[in-house]
C-alpha cells in the first residue's frame, strides 16, 4: 500500500472511533446532537480536500468517495441549519463505525477474520436497513418545510441508500475473490506438500523454481531435482545413492516422509525419485 493510503487509512483509524461514539452519545443526550452535525461536517469536508488534492490517499475509486462526501455535505447542510435535526446526524453517523471495520480489515491482518465478521455485522442494519428505514421520518419531519430542503435532504439520502448498495455489491464481490484466492491456495499447499513444487512456484507462490538439498547416506550432498531426475538403484552404487542407501533431506526424515515417494516399489529394480503428489 503506497504511503499516501497507509497515512490516510492511519488517521481515520483514530477519528472513525471518535466519531461513532460521539454518534451514540448525541443519541443518549449525552451531549448535543448539534456538535454531532458540526464533528461529521468538518471530517467529511477535511477528507474531501484530502482526497481531492491527494488521490493516491485511497486504494480506490477516489472519484466515487468524493462524490459521496459532497452528497452528505449537501444533506448535512440541513441540520446545520436547523440544529433539532441534529439527531438524524447521530443516526447516518453509525455507519461510520462499519467504515472503521472496513480499513480496519486492511490495516491488520492478523486481525482481518473478525474484522471481516464485523464490517457485515454492522453493514447491514446500519446500511441497508438504517439507511432507507429514516427515508419515512425524514419526509415526516420535513413537512412544512421548502420543496428544495425536501428535494436535497431526501434526494441526498436515496442517493447515500444507492451508494450503500453499490458498497454491498463490492463487498460481496470482494469477499468471494478472497475465497477462490484461499481456495487456490489451500489447493497449491495440497498439491505441493512440503516439497518442492519444481517449476512451478513451490508453497509460497513465489513463482520461481526451487530445490531443496539433499544428503545422501554415504555423506555427499545433491539437489532434489538431480535425484528427482536421475535413476537411483536401491543396490549397486549408482549415481544417485550409495548402495543401500536412502537419501534423506537435511532437515531429516526418509525421503518418502520428507515429501518424496519412489515411482515403483523398492524391490530389485531401479524406480526414480520423483516429487510426492
Known amino acids: ?15 472513525l472511533p471518535l466519531l461513532g461514539v460521539a454518534a451514540i452519545a ?5 451531549i448535543d446532537p448539534y456538535s ?9 469536508l477535511a477528507d474531501l480536500l484530502w482526497i481531492w488534492l491527494q488521490p493516491t490517499c485511497l486504494p480506490s475509486l477516489p472519484k466515487v468517495i468524493m462524490a459521496h ?3 452528505t455535505l449537501v444533506l448535512l447542510s440541513f441540520p446545520l441549519r436547523f440544529p433539532e435535526f441534529g439527531v438524524y446526524t447521530c ?20 486481525w482481518a477474520g473478525v ?16 439507511y432507507p428505514g429514516l427515508l419515512v421520518p425524514f419526509a415526516q419531519s420535513l413537512a412544512g418545510y421548502s420543496l428544495l430542503d425536501n428535494v436535497l435532504c431526501l434526494g441526498a439520502q ?3 441508500c444507492l451508494f450503500n448498495v453499490a458498497l454491498l455489491y463490492l463487498s460481496v464481490k470482494g469477499l468471494l475473490k478472497r475465497r477462490r484466492q484461499c481456495e487456490v491456495d489451500d489447493a497449491s499447499k495440497v498439491a505441493c506438500g512440503d516439497s518442492v513444487c519444481v517449476g512451478g512456484g513451490g508453497g509460497g507462490g513465489t513463482g520461481q523454481q526451487e530445490a531443496d538439498v539433499v544428503e545422501l547416506s554415504d555423506g555427499s550432498s545433491r539437489s532434489s531435482v538431480d535425484v528427482m531426475l536421475e535413476d537411483t538403484p536401491m543396490s549397486g552404487g549408482g549415481r544417485g545413492a550409495a548402495q543401500g542407501g536412502v537419501a534423506r533431506r537435511r532437515t531429516g526424515g526418509v525421503q518418502g516422509d520428507a515429501g518424496y515417494a519412489y515411482e515403483n516399489p ?3 529394480v531401479q524406480p526414480r525419485l520423483v516429487a510426492a503428489s
Open 1 to 15: 500500500m503506497k504511503a499516501a493510503a497507509q497515512l490516510h487509512d492511519q488517521v481515520n483509524l483514530i477519528l
Open 26 to 30: 448525541g443519541l443518549g443526550g449525552i
Open 36 to 44: 454531532v452535525t458540526i464533528f461529521l461536517s468538518t471530517y467529511i
Open 69 to 71: 462526501h459532497a452528497v
Open 91 to 110: 443516526l447516518d453517523a453509525l455507519a461510520e463505525v462499519n467504515t472503521y471495520f472496513l480499513i480496519a480489515r486492511r490495516q491488520y491482518k492478523q
Open 115 to 130: 474484522c471481516d465478521v464485523l464490517y457485515w455485522v454492522t453493514f447491514i442494519p446500519f446500511r441497508l436497513v438504517l
Open 158 to 160: 436515496g442517493l447515500l
Open 266 to 268: 523398492p524391490v530389485a
